[in-house]
């Protein structure tokens, strides 16, 4: 796991098994403890921050439903983000209209980032969604939610070889890309 | 060693862009929404769409403000189509009832408006180098159509700043017919160069009217809508009125222009008095206003009464003492029993005409109204209901159920006529909803 992005919550079995019950209250805690991580994967996945909410709000339901049958409460967390990226990218699956992508937005009145931070955003962006959904979210599982090569290639049903060997190419593409910045 | 698989500059990068991501969440409602949501899906016929994000009906109790009623509750059903400003662009979703699932329509797209019957969605497409396109969405089946712009689709200005073209504002950039048939926007070849143009909601037709204008006489001197008889009426410079029959066809001179009332046969006049007249001119029914002001004015829709906001104050900057007053044809004239201290908002009658909602005490920032109090009222000026947090309100169809939003509570409230049974329902977005209509 890399940086502070592996700090465990702390979440207690009986927490994790009054929220199986349905209790309310519990699992609220376990949502105020993961639900941002959650979203900010979803977001680098899908780009849309409505949709990665969806997305992650979609995937408590499965979440709750399944929690009964988490077998090791340590890897809560990475069950959680799992489950949100799989929906994410059912979601984008799903999609019947092709989003357009608004590299400029008109924004009148609002805050707006300095000139030379808001192109920086924009590159990322731009660069992201030229990958395929998979690419990003192995991008993301890597750096953002610091998920080891095996247990991405778990949710994305592909070898840890074949996981480091797309990364390693990502990687060296983004770098490419992005290096005028 | 160095890992191929990591690079700590873009994860960095990476870390920074995911906060778009994050918003201000409610993490019970989130909880109980899974919760519901999956008990539902086990009982619920036919399955849900997984699009839509299941949210909490925070319950059926009665708010501490309403008064109980011993009537029998009117059966809730239909949807609800709620618009409003996200990040500079629109965003819409629907809301079925009573369950209060909410599926997302347009999110984040250039000037998106709902239609008056909830029926469609419209918002503009934009490509660098070519004309705009018109997207008009069904709020059902959620396909779209693509109708071609005719150039840069132009917004009115923000009424507040007077900077535009805001395409974040409600009502800024589609004009539509009352029954969601019809659809205009101004359209732009260049700044000094703009037309209307008039399509059918289902892209069968599209129409541009009359001579070009300017980007900068939209809404002053350009402008039109669509009257209850279904005429098109359309304001030109230099031309002054013009009809055209309901899919812009036939622009012609006016012949006589309709009255202010829905049936066009009555005109309003405001001086020292407030005048019903004729439209020969002839007074029909009047009030001595007694040196308030007429800051808004709202119609029965069966042309039987005219509901009045009123303000004693003539600095229109001013929060000011505002009142509502209804004077009916026959010179019959009632003030509303509101605790108002300040300028009352617009009113809004029910389909029927017996009763209005009215935003009692709205307090405004920045030309937004962050916090009011909603209130129903009975022709007779009679104070029926009153309910905290509602600043937009509308009656459903059957005029059975009013639906209203708050500036504060990220809720729809769903009530009866009378103001009984409100169910309120958590809505799917933290911003300020600013166009709430029932899907006919």
Redesign the interface.
């Known amino acids: 796991m890399?940086?502070e992005?592996a700090i465990e919550r702390g979440i207690a079995a009986d927490t994790l098994s009054d929220?199986a019950a349905?209790d309310?209250?519990a699992?609220?805690?376990?949502?105020?403890a993961y639900?941002?991580d959650m979203?900010?994967?979803?977001?680098?996945i899908c780009g849309?921050?409505?949709?990665?909410?969806?997305a992650v709000?979609?995937a408590?339901?499965i979440?709750?439903?399944k929690l009964g049958s988490l077998r090791d409460p340590a890897s809560l967390r990475a069950w959680l983000m799992t489950i949100a990226a799989n929906e994410v990218r059912?979601?984008l699956r799903?999609q019947?209209?092709e989003r357009?992508v608004?590299v400029e937005?008109?924004?009148?009145?609002?805050e707006r980032l300095d000139p030379a931070s808001r192109a920086?955003?924009l590159d990322?962006?731009t660069a992201?969604l030229q990958l395929t959904p998979e690419d990003r979210a192995l991008?993301?599982m890597?750096?953002?939610a610091g998920f080891a090569?095996p247990e991405i290639g778990e949710t994305l049903g592909i070898s840890a070889d074949a996981?480091?060997t797309r990364?390693?190419r990502l990687?060296a593409r983004?770098?490419s890309e992005?290096a005028d910045d | 060693m160095t890992d191929p698989t990591y690079d700590p500059v873009l994860a960095s990068r990476l870390r920074a862009y995911a906060e778009g991501g994050v918003r201000t969440i409610n993490v019970l409602e989130i909880a109980e929404g899974a919760i519901a949501d999956r008990r539902a899906r086990r009982s619920a016929r036919p399955a849900l769409t997984l699009l839509a994000a299941a949210f909490l009906v925070v319950g059926a109790a009665v708010a501490a403000l309403v008064v109980g009623s011993s009537r029998v509750p009117q059966p809730l059903t239909g949807s609800v189509v709620l618009g409003y400003v996200d990040h500079g662009q629109r965003s819409a979703w629907r809301v079925d009832l009573p369950a209060g699932t909410a599926t997302a329509l347009v999110r984040l797209r250039v000037g998106t408006a709902v239609s008056p019957d909830g029926g469609h969605t419209a918002w503009v497409e934009t490509h660098p180098g070519r004309s705009d396109e018109v997207h008009i969405g069904d709020t059902i089946s959620r396909q779209d159509v693509v109708v071609q712009a005719g150039g840069i689709v132009w917004a009115t200005w923000d009424p507040t700043t007077e900077i535009g073209p805001c395409y974040g504002c409600v009502n800024a950039t589609f004009t539509w017919s009352p029954d969601g048939r019809w659809v205009a926007w101004a359209s732009c070849a260049h700044p000094s160069t703009c037309a209307f143009v008039v399509s059918a909601t289902d892209g069968s037709s599209r129409r541009v009217l009359g001579p070009a204008f300017p980007a900068t006489q939209l809404d002053h001197q350009a402008y039109l809508l669509w009257r209850p008889d279904d005429r098109l009426l359309v304001h030109l410079p230099g031309l002054g009125f013009q009809e055209a029959d309901s899919d812009g066809q036939h622009l012609r001179a006016v012949g006589r222009l309709p009255g202010d009332s829905p049936d066009g046969r009555w005109i309003i006049v405001v001086d020292s008095d407030l005048t019903i007249t004729g439209l020969d001119g002839t007074p029909r029914s009047r009030v001595t206003l007694g040196g308030e002001q007429v800051t808004d004015v709202a119609w029965a829709p069966d042309s039987s009464m005219l509901a009045v906001s009123l303000s004693s104050s003539d600095d229109p900057g001013a929060t000011r003492a505002g009142n509502l007053g209804l004077l009916d044809l026959d010179g019959n004239y009632a003030r509303a029993d509101l605790l108002a201290d300040a300028a009352s908002g617009t009113a809004t009658w029910s389909p029927d005409s017996s009763r209005l909602f009215v935003v009692d005490r709205p307090v405004f920032e920045g030309g937004a109204i962050v916090a009011a109090e909603g209130a129903i009222v009975a022709r007779d000026g009679r104070l029926i209901e009153s309910f905290r947090d509602a600043s937009i309100g509308v009656w459903s169809a059957d005029g059975g159920h009013l639906a209203v939003a708050g500036p504060a509570s990220h809720r729809v409230s769903i009530l009866d006529a009378d103001g009984s049974n409100r169910m309120e329902i958590g809505l799917p977005t933290a911003a300020r909803v600013d166009q709430l209509v029932w899907l006919r």
């Open positions: 890399v940086g992005l929220a349905g309310a209250l699992l609220a805690r376990i949502v105020e639900h941002d979203a900010r994967l979803c977001f680098v849309d921050q409505d949709a990665a909410q969806e709000q979609a408590w339901s979440d709750w439903r059912q979601q799903r019947k209209r357009v608004e937005v008109i924004d009148i009145g609002s920086g955003v990322l962006r992201l991008l993301a890597r750096h953002v090569s996981v480091r990364l390693s990687i983004l770098r992005l």
